[in-house]
Each structure stands twice: as structure tokens, then as C-alpha cells.
């Protein structure tokens, strides 16, 4: 099984930028759509972004459409999401791992998360 490894996360205020980054080791992501989910307090985890697995296109929610940019290294097994203009409601644990981009849900051939990195903007 993957074990994706979240990072960059922080505080940060309204307005300002992040970029996470998701490294994962054991089973490769790379044959796979990968992306972002998270999870707000009191909220089921939901889907982010998406990348297909040689980066040619790129899926996002209405809510981060314009500000959120999701990228890949096959090569380095690595997954960023540049986030910008970051607002209040983007808080959350953000997690990464594979996509079925039919559902937008993690894909069924994983069944493990990683710790994911808290991301908190303040207003």
C-alpha cells in the first residue's frame, strides 16, 4: 500500500499563498489520477484537485477554481498543490493520494491515508 507524506501546510492569513507537497512511498501513484482531498472540522473529507498520471489534465472543485494549482513529478513520486489567494473556508487537513476521477473519490485499488498537513487561514 501507498503511505502519501502531506507537508507545507501552516497558518497563514486571508490573502496569502501555500504549497503542499506529497511524497509517496511504497506502492507509486504513479500509474494513477492522484490528488487532494480535505477535511474541515465537523465536515466529511472532500475532493480538491486531480492531476492524471502523465499531468496532462487537471480537475478542481468550483471552490478553489482559478486559485488552487495542482502539479506532478513521476520521476521524484512527488504531488504539489500551489495554493493561492487562500480564503478562511480552505481550512482543513489536506491529504493526498489516488483519484477516481468517475467519482472523485479516493480510488478503490487504496484503502490508506496519510496524516495529511493542517492548513489554517485566518481572517
Known amino acids: 500500500q501507498v503511505q502519501p507524506v502531506e507537508s507545507g501546510g501552516g497558518l497563514v492569513q486571508a490573502g496569502g499563498s501555500l504549497r503542499l507537497s506529497c511524497v509517496a512511498s511504497g506502492r507509486t501513484l504513479s500509474n494513477y489520477a492522484t490528488g487532494w482531498f480535505r477535511q474541515a472540522p465537523g465536515k466529511e473529507r472532500e475532493f480538491v484537485a486531480a492531476?492524471?498520471?502523465?499531468?496532462?489534465?487537471?480537475f478542481y472543485t468550483d471552490s478553489v477554481k482559478g486559485r488552487f494549482t495542482i502539479s506532478r513529478d513521476n520521476a521524484k513520486n512527488t504531488l504539489w498543490l500551489q495554493m493561492n489567494s487562500l480564503k478562511p473556508e480552505d481550512t482543513a487537513v489536506y491529504y493526498c493520494?489516488?483519484?477516481?476521477?468517475?467519482?472523485?473519490?479516493?480510488?478503490?485499488?487504496?484503502?490508506?491515508w496519510g496524516q495529511g498537513t493542517q492548513v489554517t487561514v485566518s481572517s
Open positions: 493520494n489516488a483519484v477516481d476521477l468517475r467519482t472523485y473519490t479516493l480510488h478503490p485499488d487504496f484503502n490508506s
Open positions: 492531476i492524471t498520471w502523465r499531468g496532462a489534465n487537471t
